[in-house]
Antibody, heavy 118, light 105 residues
Framework: DVQLVESGGGLVQPGGSLRLSCEASLFSVSSNSMNWVRQAPGKGLEWVSIIYRGGGTNYADSLMGRFIISRDNSKNTVYLQMDSLRVDDTAVYFCAGGPAGPNWFDPWGRGTLVIVSS | SYELIQPLSVSVALGQTATITCGGD??????VHWYQHKPGQAPVLVIY???SRPSGIPERFAGSNSGNTATLTISSAQAGDEADYYCQVWITSAVFGGGTKLTVL
């Protein structure tokens, strides 16, 4: 089955950094768009970032340049480097694939929890 | 910024039809996608491009989009349909609605 598996979440202090990974099985990260979407506790889904098939990237304005999305085609893995983390970055972070270009999200992973707290 | 407005909650009797709306300025001119999300699980795409169903999604799930409102309709509602449902569009970035909690009574 197609599968996306996130890892790298955990507890980090405000101002710290974390790198999330999303390993894909039976789904090519280089042939599709790949996204990160987050869900803060008790809140709805919030789109974070996209890396397009051609390698271009885009981010939610609210991040103010603190996150960077990238991919390693040889590992079929997408990453999210998160710096200058804030308490309000606390959320479950989902990896989601999609057809080339800005479209829908399918498939999704089960997410990894990031807690930013002192 | 563009906003999508969903009701916080919708209730439906077992076997009846549930309707979940997603309001946005001229949303009828955009492609709307819908997701089902159960706690602790990966979200699932149930409708894309307003009314198309991915493979494996039952025909009970249907979508429409016109004017300022997109609609997800779930017919013959089952207990397993209880979940949060989100609409989504792309503007210059992806935008999600606030989500609707569906309760099957």
């Amino acid at each position: 089955d197609v599968q996306l598996v996130e890892s790298g979440g955990g507890l980090v202090q405000p101002g710290g950094s974390l790198r999330l990974s999303c390993e894909a099985s039976l789904f090519s990260v280089s042939s599709n768009s790949m996204n990160w979407v987050r869900q803060a506790p008790g809140k709805g889904l919030e789109w974070v970032s996209i890396i397009y098939r051609g390698g271009g990237t885009n981010y939610a304005d609210s991040l103010m340049g603190r996150f960077i999305i990238s991919r390693d085609n040889s590992k079929n893995t997408v990453y999210l480097q998160m710096d200058s983390l804030r308490v309000d970055d606390t959320a479950v972070y989902f990896c989601a694939g999609g057809p080339a270009g800005p479209n829908w999200f399918d498939p999704w992973g089960r997410g990894t929890l990031v807690i930013v707290s002192s | 910024s563009y906003e999508l407005i969903q009701p916080l909650s919708v209730s439906v009797a077992l076997g009846q039809t549930a309707t979940i709306t997603c309001g946005g300025d001229n949303i009828g001119g955009k492609n709307v996608h819908w997701y089902q999300h159960k706690p602790g699980q990966a979200p699932v795409l149930v409708i894309y491009r307003d009314s198309s169903r991915p493979s494996g999604i039952p025909e009970r799930f249907a979508g429409s989009n016109s004017g300022n409102t997109a609609t997800l309709t779930i017919s013959s509602a089952q207990a397993g349909d209880e979940a949060d449902y989100y609409c989504q569009v792309w503007i210059t970035s992806a935008v999600f609605g606030g989500g609707t909690k569906l309760t099957v009574l």
